[in-house]
């Protein structure tokens, strides 16, 4: 009797890319809020950060058109106190 190994799961990763989509790799599944279910068809796509794709949530690249500013590296998950007095 043989056993078929276990088929390996891939831990699903999320890059930023700077000015960029959001990278999404690995065992992953995209769900609507209602529930459904998105084909990613492939497993890795490009996520629209911008809002302004034609293909959300797929990104279309229309980040480049229009001039999308965005960091690559992790923002603060907490406002620095100094910020509001600048305000």
Do not use: N, W
């Amino acid at each position: 009797m043989t056993h078929e190994p276990a088929q390996e799961r891939r831990a699903a990763t999320v890059t930023p890319y700077e000015d960029g989509p959001l990278l999404l790799r690995g065992d992953f599944e995209i769900v609507t809020p209602d529930g459904e279910h998105i084909d990613a068809g492939r497993p890795t796509v490009a996520l629209c950060r911008c809002g302004r794709s034609r293909i959300k949530p797929f990104c279309d690249g229309t980040h480049k058109l229009i001039g999308f500013r965005a960091p690559a590296d992790r923002q603060p998950t907490r406002p620095d106190p100094s910020d509001a007095e600048q305000l």
